[in-house]
T-cell receptor
Framework: GAVVSQHPSRVICKSGTSVKIECRSL??????MFWYRQFPKQSLMLMAT?????????EQGVEKDKFLINHASLTLSTLTVTSAHPEDSSFYIC??????????FGQGTRLTVV | KQEVTQIPAALSVPEGENLVLNCSFT??????LQWFRQDPGKGLTSLLL?????REQTSGRLNASLDKSSGRSTLYIAASQPGDSATYLC??????????FGAGTQVVVTP
């Protein structure tokens, strides 16, 4: 199957700093990537849809200025958590959409804000 | 608004038993349905993708059925093994490729 690489897998940062998470589709071009957030023992919640070359579409309740998404190429999307606070600590996962609309996921990033 | 429900929330079976995991969705206008496995603290592994025109998909010990009209999908895992212990998530996919997940079924297979 297609491979999606997400980095870093774990990050600990101080409150007030920004963190960038990268999502790469390694063997296919993804015009659309999605970013999800998962709280402990809960399912994944879609945060935003990232389209190559255009602005991301955010789900209701997700702060655009807090979670900056850039999809500069067909194989790379980035999520930047700006001015992170402890409540932003979570598991973030990206996915890339294949032509048949099947989704392939990155390994996830565990963000801890101290 | 689409709602995806998975029952049961948790399941514990002895090794060798077959597993039956249920997923229901309220809006039958889906494009695809996909089953995933998630190990604790890890990302998602895709298990099976069923396109809306299909009734089932099989891969090894896994079989997933889809009944769009009734808004249901079932994942069967034959002859369960301890390595099958994980959380299983179903997700419905719309025509934009956007996934909406159920809350998952946490499976424990005891040796």
């Amino acid at each position: 199957g297609a491979v999606v690489s997400q980095h870093p897998s774990r990050v600990i940062c101080k409150s007030g700093t920004s963190v960038k998470i990268e999502c790469r589709s390694l063997d296919f071009q993804a015009t659309t990537m999605f970013w999800y957030r998962q709280f402990p023992k809960q399912s994944l919640m879609l945060m935003a849809t990232s389209n190559e070359g255009s602005k991301a579409t955010y789900e209701q309740g997700v702060e655009k200025d807090k979670f900056l998404i850039n999809h500069a190429s067909l194989t790379l999307s980035t999520l930047t958590v700006t001015s992170a606070h402890p409540e932003d600590s979570s598991f973030y996962i990206c996915s890339a959409r294949n032509r048949d609309l099947s989704a392939f996921f990155g390994q996830g990033t565990r963000l801890t804000v101290v | 608004k689409q709602e995806v429900t998975q029952i049961p929330a948790a399941l514990s079976v002895p090794e060798g038993e077959n597993l039956v995991l249920n997923c229901s969705f309220t809006d039958s206008a889906i494009y695809n349905l996909q089953w995933f496995r998630q190990d604790p603290g890890k990302g998602l592994t895709s298990l099976l993708l069923i396109q809306s025109s299909q009734r089932e998909q099989t891969s090894g010990r896994l079989n997933a059925s889809l009944d769009k009209s009734s808004g249901r999908s079932t994942l069967y895992i034959a002859a369960s093994q301890p390595g099958d212990s994980a959380t299983y998530l179903c997700a419905v996919i719309d025509s934009w490729g956007k996934l909406q997940f159920g809350a998952g079924t946490q499976v424990v297979v005891t040796p």
